[in-house]
């Protein structure tokens, strides 16, 4: 992984009403995203951070420079949140709105990241990543999951509030 920005992605997702232990590998900043960090912080650039962020499910791991097989069909769709200080907690605290002002560089969910109920089966998901476009675009943020998740036709799929967390440069 990259020495610029790294982050963890905590992540547990809730299946047919099956609550996993929130446990995540060190995730990462794609290469994508740490050329648009460099050139927006030393080069001038304009950052272009999306203003809805699009989290993707992989059947084949995500990687740094882009690697991954996102789940399709089965009425798969990527889940949206608004970047935004409602969406996403300050560094001060879990569930916080206002802008952040804590030491622990880390940002999670305030509320339910929730999923299409799928109609087919969506096989193993054993990464998750995060888009700036609800299809195709850019991949910001790759990590893979410790824990996988099979997921069949009729489950609830969900990242519970709290869950699904950021952390840079910590």
């Known amino acids: 992984m990259k020495s610029i920005k790294r982050l963890i992605l905590g992540a547990c997702m ?5 609550v996993a232990t929130p446990v995540a590998h060190a995730g990462a900043l794609t290469d994508y995203a740490e050329n648009k960090i460099i050139d927006a912080l030393v080069r001038g650039q304009a950052l272009g951070a999306p203003a809805t962020w699009y989290i993707g499910l992989d059947t084949v791991a995500c990687t740094e420079a882009g690697g991954g097989t996102e789940v399709s069909g089965g009425s ?5 949140v608004a970047a935004s200080l409602a969406a996403w907690a300050g560094t001060q605290s879990a569930g916080s709105t206002t802008a952040s002002s804590g030491t622990s560089g880390t940002t999670s969910n305030n509320g339910a990241i929730p999923f299409a109920t799928p109609t087919a089966p969506w ?3 054993v990464s998750i990543r995060w888009w700036d476009a609800l299809s195709a675009g850019n991949a910001w943020v790759c990590t893979p999951l410790t824990i996988t998740k099979t997921v069949n036709t009729g489950d609830s799929v969900s990242f519970p509030a709290g869950t699904n967390s950021l952390q840079i440069d910590n």
């Open 123 to 125: 096989g193993t998901v």
């Open 76 to 80: 798969y769709a990527r889940a949206s």
């Open 14 to 18: 809730a299946l047919a009403a099956i």
